[in-house]
Nanobody, 123 residues
């Protein structure tokens, strides 16, 4: 059974940085793409970033390009989201996701989700 556990969220001032971490278990990590999504208060789930199975191809939402970086360590079954220059509009619950296609790309589809970690950016 796939388990995804996020950590690293918290409260930060605008302009600050956070690094989210997602630890995966339950099946072979290195052959599946990974992604990060978020859900802001009163809004639907939004794709933030994705990375292909090998870590050589990344995709980002326009709203985070140039500020966020997704990476993965297949030896540690872990995916990261480095978030810099944070803005109040980045406030949301952030979810780690694992793709469903072996050797797939960073745009998904995604079929497994973590419980989420709260990120709050104060102005």
């Amino acid at each position: 059974q796939v388990q995804l556990v996020e950590s690293g969220g918290g409260l930060v001032q605008a302009g600050g940085s956070l690094r989210l971490i997602c630890a995966a278990s339950g099946r072979t990590f290195s052959i599946y793409p990974m992604g990060w999504f978020r859900r802001a208060p009163g809004k639907g789930r939004e794709f933030v970033a994705g990375i292909n199975w090998g870590g050589r191809s990344e995709n980002y939402a326009d709203s985070v390009k140039g500020r966020f970086t997704i990476s993965r360590d297949n030896a540690k079954n872990t995916v990261y989201l480095q978030m810099n220059s944070l803005k109040p509009e980045d406030t949301a619950v952030y979810y780690c996701a694992q793709g469903t296609v072996v050797y797939g790309g960073g745009t998904g589809p995604f079929g497994f989700w973590g419980q989420g970690t709260q990120v709050t950016v104060s102005s």
